[in-house]
């Protein structure tokens, strides 16, 4: 079982940076690859970001690449997400997800593929 806690969340103007936090509990961390994904009211939830369970491959939506970027440590169990150049339209509660990862296997963009989720962080830019 790995119970997630995201933080980080909140009210930023466009523009601005926010960066997100996931801590994961458990001994197994670095065997799970870690994904970000935001839902917007009234929309299904959708793929921002994965991490390799070693770090080594991040994978990104189009709509945030070069602005967004996913981080890890496995020494620390957490996650990171540093969103750079805000704008209105990427406001959305944020969840991080744990996927039990083989080697090998590709990098998981797909919401169903997730053994765990998070409770969510709030992210809302101001235009």
């Known amino acids: 079982q790995v119970q997630l806690v995201e933080s980080g969340g909140g009210l930023v103007q466009a523009g601005g940076s926010l960066r997100l936090s996931c801590v994961a509990s458990?001994?197994?961390?670095?065997?799970?690859?870690m994904g970000w994904f935001r839902q917007a009211p009234g929309k299904e939830r959708e793929f921002v970001a994965v991490i390799s369970k070693s770090g080594g491959s991040t994978y990104y939506a189009d709509s945030v690449k070069g602005r967004f970027t996913i981080s890890r440590d496995n020494a620390k169990n957490t996650v990171d997400l540093q969103m750079n150049s805000l704008k209105p339209e990427v406001a959305a509660v944020y969840y991080c997800?744990?996927?039990?990862?083989?080697?090998?296997?590709?990098?998981?963009?797909?919401?169903?593929?997730?053994?765990?989720w998070g409770q969510g962080t709030q992210v809302t830019v101001s235009s």
């Open positions: 458990g001994r197994t961390f670095s065997s799970y690859a």
């Open positions: 997800g744990a996927k039990l990862a083989a080697s090998g296997e590709s990098l998981p963009i797909r919401r169903v593929a997730y053994d765990y």
